[in-house]
């Protein structure tokens, strides 16, 4: 594999291009959206175990669970950021992350219309022309949050309880991504990704 440097600093982890390459290619088959940082650190991981293959005379090319062990290595990379938490947000949490999130949304780069909702723990973003088609009457509007003991979502406004989980960490820089990821979904450059399958429509954000 060719190492490649993180761009943002040189004295951060690497990762190949051909992990990076495997890393999206999985996450695309798999039911959440990634942000950028997340498909790095799993690429890192990939790497690292590749490399540790190869210590072993065991290179990729000879292992013939390598789709799984991407998959396995992307739900190592997310985990943090899905499961439950040993110790549940706190209300102020939650509030704080959102108000990150929102603040991101309508920024000058991003520039998106968003309301914060009554109790401040979602944000409403408005749905634009290529925003695909969902909620009851098919023109819903985008909620976003994060929950006190998981990470963040997105679903229609009226059918919340459909959600697609957003793999980024609980953090201002997090919340940033999240609001990238979400401009992307709202502007239709992902396509309805609630039409995918479960079990194959993982959908990846990329830079």
Do not use: K
Not at 124 to 133: F, H, I, L, N, S
Not at 151 to 179: E, I, L
Request: with cysteine; net charge negative.
């Amino acid at each position: 594999m060719s190492i490649t440097y993180n761009s943002i600093a040189d004295d951060r982890p690497i990762f190949s291009a051909e992990a990076y390459a495997a890393v999206e290619a999985a996450a695309d088959r798999l039911p959440a959206l990634y942000v950028p940082s997340v498909l790095e650190h799993a690429a890192e991981l990939l790497t690292s175990l590749s490399a540790i293959g190869g210590e072993h005379s065991v290179p990729p090319a000879q292992w013939s669970w390598t789709e799984n062990m991407v998959e396995g290595v992307l739900d190592l990379a997310a985990c943090p950021y899905e499961r439950d938490l040993e110790m549940e947000r706190t209300d102020a949490e939650v509030t704080s992350l959102t108000g990150f999130l929102f603040e991101a949304l309508v920024s000058e780069e991003i520039g998106l219309r968003a309301q914060l909702g009554a109790r401040r723990d979602y944000v409403v973003v408005d749905r634009g022309p290529a925003t695909p088609r969902g909620g009851r009457s098919g023109d819903s509007d985008i909620l976003v949050a994060i929950s006190n003991d998981g990470g963040w979502f997105f679903a229609f406004s009226d059918m919340h309880v459909r959600r697609m989980p957003v793999m980024a960490p609980a953090s201002p820089s997090g919340a940033h991504q999240v609001a990238e990821a979400i401009r992307a979904f709202v502007h239709g450059e992902f396509g309805d990704v609630f039409t995918r399958p479960a079990a194959a429509g993982r959908v990846w954000f990329s830079r």
